[in-house]
């Protein structure tokens, strides 16, 4: 039985981008030679005698460290979990995870949608430690769950080693890779909405060599969303060539592409007819408020990397990430006024056009060197990142005659189209250096300092008369530590401090310039690792601050001056009580407040105060039902406000069901079903000025064949 894992450029061309990336590693003395994949980090390393062998993760630290020794918040979703859940959607991994809210805007085929410790986890998303790109208002870097081996959440400011970084936190999908030993899987799934999904995952030595393993990831998924007569069809693949250049030397080269191509499924609803009656009812949650016959999405990504890793000696190791990113998107997307008609009927809409392009260029160098006495271990980091964004793309939004609809009985046609009207461009340039050092102190303590410098430019461009032109540039200093006690008994309690910062594009209403908001955090906490129990229980309590916080007052105008205030509990744990039985609970208190200089103090909208989850997994053994498991969990929402500041609507909580059921046939097939939602509930998930139905009941059924 497997153990429970301790949590744990557009006008500059590529060419340009990797010759001034490749300046930076030569002269910078810090960084001449290749790097470590961070994703090479799901290797198993023994911590101590008395400790069971653990997974070790170098998104906390980028530094390969088990969890239970890192003085932060940690969570880790593996593959067997991805797999037992059937996640198909990227927000869907943390569900049963503490600090995470999952999907606050009902379910979106576009884009994944989640807010950490109350923050939004829009510009959190990374890949092996290089960012996702999010920019430009709808160019939004998407992650496919079958490509992935494991996703990491380091939750909390991480500025001082990933530079611009929202205060909630970082998420860190790693990639399958290439493995020793040959395998494979087949996998065929079905489901209600029209789901239909084929993947292959193949991979090994390359035939007639001893030093080089591939690996071929491949997805061909479609099927409607939640609204009617829309559908999203994707097509993925991501291969993978690991070669070894010498004993100290291993290179593996990283890529993948996927489209998707289909009708958007976006859920905005009138707060009236959706989180409060009237005196017609309530509006459909399959209702569709746009024009399907118009509307369309198509995006289309590209992604080619290395991961370098080079010791140099027994003390010293040299490790490179790097990445380009390109993607492609077409929007043309229809969404409703918050606010019905006086007829409490019928509704404005608004279009959101693009049709643009971004290229984005990282890097990361790092040299880790590693000293040990009778009675200490000490473990350095210098750093030196580099990161270019571009984004192009012509914008009709608004354009077109789009008649009000009537929200009950929907008729679609009456319109004209929109069209493109304008140019506009962003960019942005974020150069970085950083040093962390780790310090054990015999098998107690465990001592942890890191500080960082960055140089970050952002541009905006726009034909548009009536936006400015914006290009600034600002430098900022991070700084982190922690303090961490490995006690008897398993108990280790940890005290940390850490910074983040965020660049904002554009000019407040007095025509000046944003400043980047900051953020801090102080966090408490304790993990738990008894050696009576396989698996691991944390706790952990914060207060996190982020000022120059842009706010939209009752004008639906952007502000900054404001501060958005995060106190909050978790307690999370996964563990197998019996050699069958496997439990996954998480709880989370937040209270989010916002302060700006004309409503004072209130509470911050789509954010629920509690959340809590349960997962149990029985796997039977012997006898009549040997290779049968069964799965349910629950889900608990408490009740959150509206963000609407000219509105008090209170959203209700609630809770939802899941389950699943698999059969191990015989050592190659499995067949598994899973049902979310089971009992079809309908909700509100929350409001943001607008209101927003939860997902529906979905049926998924699978079948898989392992070599």
């Known amino acids: 039985m497997s153990h429970i894992p301790s949590p744990a450029a557009a006008d500059l061309c590529l060419s340009l981008a990797i010759r001034r990336a490749l300046g930076l590693s030569l002269s910078g003395a810090l960084l001449a030679l290749p790097l470590t994949a961070l994703a090479q980090d799901s290797a198993t390393t023994t911590a101590s005698e008395d400790s069971e062998t653990m997974v070790v993760t170098a998104t906390a630290l980028k530094v390969a460290t088990p969890p239970i020794e890192t003085p932060r918040a940690v969570s880790q979703v593996g593959r067997d979990e991805l797999d037992k859940r059937a996640v198909n959607s990227y927000d869907e991994t943390f569900r049963y995870r503490s600090g995470v809210q999952a999907a606050p805007y009902g379910s979106d085929?576009?884009?994944?949608?989640?807010?950490?410790?109350?923050?939004?986890?829009?510009?959190?998303?990374?890949?092996?430690?290089?960012?996702?790109?999010?920019?430009?208002?709808?160019?939004?870097?998407?992650?496919?769950?079958?490509?992935?081996?494991?996703?990491?959440?380091?939750?909390?400011?991480?500025?001082?080693?990933?530079?611009?970084?929202?205060?909630?936190?970082?998420?860190?999908?790693?990639?399958?890779?290439?493995?020793?030993?040959?395998?494979?899987?087949?996998?065929?799934?079905?489901?209600?909405?029209?789901?239909?999904?084929?993947?292959?995952?193949?991979?090994?030595?390359?035939?007639?060599?001893?030093?080089?393993?591939?690996?071929?990831?491949?997805l061909f998924r479609e099927g409607d969303g939640e609204l009617d007569y829309t559908d999203n069809q994707r097509v993925y693949l991501a291969p993978s060539l690991a070669v070894d250049l010498s004993e100290d030397t291993t290179v593996t080269f990283l890529a993948s592409y996927m489209k998707d191509h289909g009708t958007p499924s976006k859920g905005f609803r009138p707060v009236d007819g959706s989180l409060e009656t009237t005196e017609f009812g309530r509006i459909d949650r399959e209702t569709n408020l746009g024009e399907p016959d118009y509307e369309h999405q198509e995006r289309e990504q590209v992604s080619l990397g290395y991961e370098l890793e080079h010791d140099i000696d027994d003390t010293w190791q040299f490790q490179q990430n790097l990445r380009y990113n390109r993607m492609d998107l077409l929007l043309r997307s229809l969404s409703p006024f918050t606010t019905l008609n006086a007829d409490d009927r019928t509704v404005g809409r608004y279009l959101t056009y693009r049709d643009g392009s971004y290229d984005a260029f990282t890097v990361d160098n790092r040299l880790v060197g590693k000293w040990f006495t009778a009675n200490t271990e000490n473990t350095l980091l210098l750093g030196v990142d580099y990161q270019n964004f571009d984004v192009d793309y012509q914008n009709g939004d608004g354009t077109g005659t789009f008649t009000e609809i009537d929200v009950f009985e929907p008729e679609y046609g009456n319109y004209s189209p929109?069209?493109?009207?304008?140019?506009?461009?962003?960019?942005?340039?974020?150069?970085?250096?950083?040093?962390?050092?780790?310090?054990?102190?015999?098998?107690?303590?465990?001592?942890?300092?890191?500080i960082r410098h960055d140089s970050a430019s952002v541009e905006s461009y726009s034909e548009n008369p009536l936006a400015n032109d914006y290009d600034e540039s600002e430098n900022q200093l991070s700084f982190s530590g922690g303090v961490m006690y490995l006690g008897d008994y398993g108990i280790s309690p940890y005290l940390s401090y850490s910074e983040s910062f965020s660049p904002q594009v554009g000019r407040g209403p007095d025509g000046q310039a944003y400043e980047p908001s900051e953020g801090e955090q102080w966090e408490a906490g304790v993990k738990y690792t008894p050696d009576w129990l396989d698996g691991y229980i944390t706790a952990a309590v914060f207060d996190l601050k982020e000022t120059n916080t842009l706010y939209t007052d009752d004008q639906f105008i952007q502000s900054q001056g404001g501060e958005r205030h995060s106190q909050g509990f978790e307690l999370e744990g996964v563990s197998y009580l019996t050699e069958k039985l496997q439990l996954t609970a998480a709880y989370t208190y937040l209270d989010i407040t916002i302060e700006d200089p004309e409503r004072g103090e209130f509470r911050a909208g789509l954010i629920p105060r509690h959340q809590a989850s349960l997962w149990l997994d029985y796997g039977f053994e012997g006898g009549a039902l040997h290779g049968l498991e069964i799965g349910a969990g629950a889900r608990y929402v408490g009740e959150s406000v509206n963000a609407d500041p000219n509105r008090d609507d209170e959203v209700s909580s609630y809770t939802v069901y899941d389950a699943m059921a698999s059969y191990e046939i015989n050592s190659a097939w499995t067949a598994q079903v899973n049902v979310t939602n089971l009992t079809d509930k309908e909700y509100i998930s929350g409001c943001d000025y607008w209101c927003y139905y939860g997902e529906s009941r979905s049926v998924i059924g699978s079948l898989k064949y392992r070599w």
């Open 109 to 218: 085929n576009g884009v994944d949608w989640f807010n950490i410790r109350g923050f939004s986890g829009e510009n959190s998303t990374y890949q092996d430690g290089l960012r996702l790109f999010r920019e430009g208002g709808y160019f939004w870097w998407v992650t496919e769950p079958f490509g992935l081996e494991r996703v990491d959440l380091l939750k909390g400011p991480a500025s001082i080693l990933y530079g611009e970084a929202p205060p909630g936190g970082v998420v860190n999908a790693i990639s399958k890779r290439p493995t020793e030993e040959r395998q494979g899987l087949f996998e065929i799934q079905g489901g209600n909405k029209d789901h239909r999904q084929v993947g292959i995952d193949t991979s090994g030595p390359l035939a007639g060599t001893d030093n080089m393993r591939y690996r071929m990831v491949g």
């Open 418 to 450: 929109g069209s493109l009207q304008y140019d506009a461009e962003e960019k942005k340039e974020q150069i970085g250096v950083y040093i962390q050092d780790q310090l054990r102190l015999g098998d107690r303590w465990i001592l942890l300092g890191g």
